[in-house]
């Protein structure tokens, strides 16, 4: 898969499970699993992956000073499960952010609306010069508001939630038509850093993505390495690639 081909499945995902995020918001965290052992270190993964893709470094500030967040207001299930809510507010904070820059370097300016003529100073000669001028005129201030108000123009207020901001994202990657030059190959990568990063946020939120990772603590039956096995709904398996262990949830396995 292409580079380009990445950076939009990524985005997809972002667009496509942004309403799952929300409804899992308020699902109780299911009980009996690792807790402090194997899940609990994946979950702490998701620390480390933080600083891999510079969202603390580049939002920490912005995400501290949001006090009350829209999708905290209303009634929901308890407890609420806040690692989701912790999810889509870096993952919301990461897309709005990128989109915005993308906007500020790709977007054009909407189109100014004409001025009257200042027929005191400069008369026309002739009635049908004014009729001209009139109908030019408004057939230019019907192109500024037509500009103006077109849906493809990203906007700094008013709509700007995750999902909206991976689509745009997305036709900018695309190159779709809209009031926008061509992204350029280091904007591209830009917003695939952070798709990839927001993208795998969300499938680990919401367990849709198979994981494999290797965890800092040896085996301690021969010092060889432990991966973890999991996601898409699996139950997490360690295996120590040294002398085959195998843990589950319910304990260690013989090799």
Do not use: K
């Amino acid at each position: 898969m292409t580079t380009t081909a990445t950076t939009a499945a990524d985005l997809r995902t972002c667009a496509l499970h942004w309403a799952d995020l929300h409804e899992a918001a308020g699902t109780p965290t299911q009980l009996g699993a690792f807790g402090l052992g194997l899940r609990g270190y994946l979950a702490r993964l998701d620390q480390a992956d933080r600083d891999e893709y510079g969202y603390d470094r580049n939002h920490a500030a912005h995400l501290r000073s949001q006090e009350r967040d829209p999708i905290q207001i209303g009634e929901r299930p308890v407890p609420v499960r806040l690692h989701i809510l912790d999810t889509m507010r870096t993952v919301e904070a990461a897309l709005i952010a990128c989109a915005d820059d993308i906007a500020h370097a790709a977007q054009r300016q909407p189109i100014t609306a004409p001025t009257a003529r200042r027929t005191a100073v400069a008369p026309y000669r002739t009635q049908r010069e004014a009729d001209i001028a009139a109908a030019d005129r408004a057939r230019r201030t019907q192109l500024a508001h037509a500009d103006l108000a077109d849906p493809r123009r990203w906007r700094y207020t008013g709509r700007r939630t995750a999902s909206h901001a991976a689509l745009w994202l997305l036709a900018r990657v695309e190159r779709a038509p809209g009031p926008c030059r061509r992204i350029t190959d280091d904007e591209e990568r830009r917003i695939g850093v952070v798709a990839a990063g927001a993208a795998a946020r969300i499938e680990r939120a919401l367990d849709i993505a198979a994981q494999q990772r290797t965890l800092s603590t040896p085996c301690p039956n021969c010092d060889g390495a432990v991966d973890v096995h999991g996601g898409e709904g699996r139950t997490p398996v360690a295996h120590c690639t040294g002398c085959g262990r195998i843990w589950t949830e319910a304990g260690a396995i013989a090799a």
